[in-house]
């Protein structure tokens, strides 16, 4: 079975550090660039970051440039989110994705559930 | 940056009836727009890519059209199990989220 399980959510005060983690299985990992989607309670989705099956290519929204940092590691099928400087308007769902390609961005067609991420003091 | 604009933001419609979300890039796009179903408390689920390519699994009510800057996404025949919000995303630069579609049964 194709499957993402995120991790590594919680409750954080602002401006400290959290990692999230991605757990993949049921397919090729290193095959497939990866995502980072999150959702702010009640709004719609927002794309995070993504990164191309090598890490060759990264890419982040203009709102966590800077402060977050994607990778992975395809030894371990895994996907990671390192969030530094977290601010109140971080507060959302974090979902994985998995790309339909390895090398670019195009569309995400296996999800996580989501790990809530809180920020708040 | 690539703006998207998703409308309506809502609608109600009744079963049977045929829906038509529009998705509108501030720029060409070419086909790189995606249509997601998500349903409350639930991962979004992809239902069209290239813009009118149905994802294996997908109920052929569902539909996609149109290239350049603009886009419609078309339930042929809603039905009870579509109630959802239904998402637009190009993917021309980096991946961008239209503002999502609340639909609901009248």
């Known amino acids: 079975e194709v499957q993402l399980v995120e991790s590594g959510g919680g409750l954080v005060q602002p401006g400290r550090s959290l990692r999230l983690s991605c757990a993949a299985s049921?397919?090729?990992?290193?095959?497939?660039?990866m995502h980072w989607v999150r959702q702010a309670p009640g709004k719609g989705l927002e794309w995070v970051s993504g990164?191309?099956?090598?890490?060759?290519?990264?890419g982040y929204a203009d709102s966590v440039k800077g402060r977050f940092t994607i990778s992975r590691d395809n030894a371990k099928n895994s996907l990671y989110l390192q969030m530094n400087s977290l601010r109140a308007e971080d507060t959302a769902l974090y979902y994985c994705?998995?790309?339909?390609?390895?090398?670019?961005?195009?569309?995400?067609?296996?999800w996580g559930q989501g790990t809530m991420v809180t920020v708040s003091s | 940056d690539i703006q998207m604009t998703q409308s309506p933001s809502s609608l109600s419609a009744s079963v049977g009836d045929r829906v038509t979300i529009t998705c509108q890039a501030s720029?060409?796009?070419?086909?790189?727009l995606n249509w997601y179903q998500q349903k409350p408390g639930k991962a979004p689920k992809l239902l069209i890519y290239?813009?009118?390519n149905l994802e294996t699994g997908v109920p052929s009510r569902f539909s996609g059209s149109g290239s350049g800057t603009d886009f419609t996404f078309t339930i042929s025949s809603l039905q009870p199990e579509d109630i959802a919000t239904y998402y637009c995303?190009?993917?021309?630069?980096?991946?961008?989220f239209g503002g999502g579609t609340k639909v609901e049964i009248k």
């Open positions: 720029q060409d796009i070419s086909n790189y």
């Open positions: 995303q190009q993917y021309d630069n980096l991946p961008l």
């Open positions: 990164i191309s099956w090598n890490s060759g290519s990264i």
């Open positions: 049921g397919f090729t990992f290193d095959d497939y660039a």
């Open positions: 994705a998995k790309d339909l390609v390895a090398t670019h961005w195009r569309a995400f067609d296996i």
């Open positions: 290239d813009a009118s």
